[in-house]
């Protein structure tokens, strides 16, 4: 039974439909956002780190109020090879100072301030009502169906994440492939702040990001994260969902494994695991990214397949942020002049063009397909730490220079100068 109609309804609140909310609320147009969950965030999960100059763009400062854990100051990769590994990193302490560049943070308490942000607004939050269905007049969306109710409104924005049912009834996308989606598995681990600063030879407040490559997905596409929390640390992996489903490997397996990588063990021992959780990630890229609007409703954040993962770092939160943003601007456009068509909310794509999403998505178009290159989870790891084991060995044999020591690995390693110098072009243009 249809019921009251809002300007704008907004599906998901997680930070693209929660950022749009508040925007839109702050103008002072009514809006409603549904969220499936209990409370916001409580459904969500994410590695741990978000870039910070978009919300502080929308709301200078957020640090001073917003529940954050540390503030990102290392960065950290590694190649895992069994019982070798090799790291590279980097510290920048001006990323730890205003306007600090990223933070790690808990989806669960995070999420609920944002949404929060857009209640304090104006904003009619409603919780615990997962939205089934939109409502069509011809081709036209205005409303949603949600069990038996239905509610109206002059546009729909679908943020509603990664495996967005709005925008596949809408018809802007078709059912996602696996071959574009990855599964992350993440586990939270409680350790003393003191501990982490100690192990991870931190200042209190600041914090790394570890990303990792190679046999913590036993050569399938994907890889492996830990960023220090407070008094926790979130680790897991993310891997090629396609993968998973054709080697039939337990996810619950994969990270025990990597848990007992001789690199991390001690970082968490003695640590309790106290949240697990999996989540889809959209990693097709710009390809595949649904129709971003229509007559009645815009698509944001995963839902739009805004995500970009480059093997050095994932980045959705900042984009899910800065699309919620230009859909809400679109909004503001659209009711400045009482048209809410396909041809009016269009501007969306060029908002997105100004805010920086879609040239990010522009840019990585090519990061998918180089990763998928297996050489880059097997024979790359095993080839860096075995060159870098017989540099630093010195046990009486007779002495190999750099090149021949290079050339001898490579052969080892199953891969040729040939894919070494095509893989690193292809490398160079795609991330
Ligand atoms: C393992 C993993 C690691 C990641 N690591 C990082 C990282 O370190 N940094 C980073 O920036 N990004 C990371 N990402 C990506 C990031 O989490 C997403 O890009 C971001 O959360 C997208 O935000 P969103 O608001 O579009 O969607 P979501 O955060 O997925 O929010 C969607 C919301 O919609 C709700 N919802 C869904 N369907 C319905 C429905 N039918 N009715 C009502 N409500 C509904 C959900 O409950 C949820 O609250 C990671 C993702 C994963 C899975």
Redesign the pocket.
């Known amino acids: 039974m249809a019921e009251d109609k809002f300007t704008a309804i907004i ?8 950022t749009a909310a508040y925007m839109l609320a702050r103008e002072g147009i009514d809006v409603l956002l ?4 209990e409370t ?2 409580s ?9 910070s100059y978009v919300l502080h763009r929308i709301i200078p400062e957020f640090w001073e109020e917003a529940p954050l854990e540390r503030q990102v100051s290392r960065e950290v990769i590694t190649m895992l090879d069994g019982e070798k590994s090799a790291s590279i990193s980097c510290q920048n302490e001006n990323w730890a100072k205003p306007p600090y560049h990223s933070f790690t943070l808990l ?1 669960a308490e995070f ?1 609920a301030w944002l949404a929060a942000q857009a209640e304090d607004a104006g904003a009619m939050l409603a919780c615990g ?4 269905d939109v409502i069509m007049e011809g081709n036209r969306i205005i409303g949603i169906r ?1 069990g038996e109710d239905e509610i109206l409104a002059d546009v729909v924005i679908a ?8 925008s596949e009834k809408a018809g802007l996308r078709s059912k996602l492939s696996p071959a574009d989606l990855a599964t ?3 586990q939270v681990i409680e350790l003393p702040a003191k501990t982490i600063e100690e192990r991870f030879n931190l200042q209190p407040g600041t914090g790394v990001a570890h990303l990792y490559a190679g046999t913590c997905t036993r050569g399938m596409p994907g890889g492996g ?1 830990l ?1 220090t929390n407070k008094s926790s640390i979130s680790l ?1 992996l ?1 891997i090629k969902a396609s993968e998973l489903q054709k080697n039939q490997h337990l996810l619950v397996d994969l990270v025990e494994d990597f848990k007992s990588q001789p690199s991390i063990a001690p970082l968490i021992s003695g640590g309790e695991v106290v949240e697990y959780s999996a ?4 990693e097709g890229g710009i390809s595949m990214a649904p129709r971003l609007f229509s007559d009645g409703i815009l698509v ?4 739009a397949g ?2 970009i993962n480059l093997g050095y770092m ?7 942020i800065a ?2 943003e230009a859909a809400a601007r679109s909004v503001m456009e659209a009711v400045k002049k009482d048209d809410f068509s396909a041809n009016s909310l269009g501007i969306y794509k060029d908002l997105l063009a100004k805010n920086g999403v879609w040239p990010v998505m522009e840019t990585y178009h090519r990061a998918p397909q180089l990763l998928d290159t297996r050489r880059l989870y097997s024979n790359y790891p095993a080839l860096l730490n075995n060159l870098l084991v017989e540099m630093f060995t010195i046990d009486g044999t007779p002495p190999v220079n750099l090149m021949d020591k290079l050339k001898q690995q490579v052969k080892n390693s199953n891969t040729s100068f040939i894919n070494l110098i095509g893989d690193a072009w292809k490398g160079g243009r795609s991330l």
């Open positions: 599906v998901g609140a997680g930070p693209a439909g929660s549904i969220e499936r969950g916001p965030g459904k969500n999960m994410f590695g741990g780190r978000m870039y989806r999420d009502i997962r939205v089934d949600a943020a509603d994440g990664a495996n967005s049912i709005i992350g598995v993440k994260f960023y897991g993310v989540h889809l990630v959209p944001t954040g995963d839902a805004f995500c994932v980045r959705g939160m900042d984009l899910a699309s919620g």
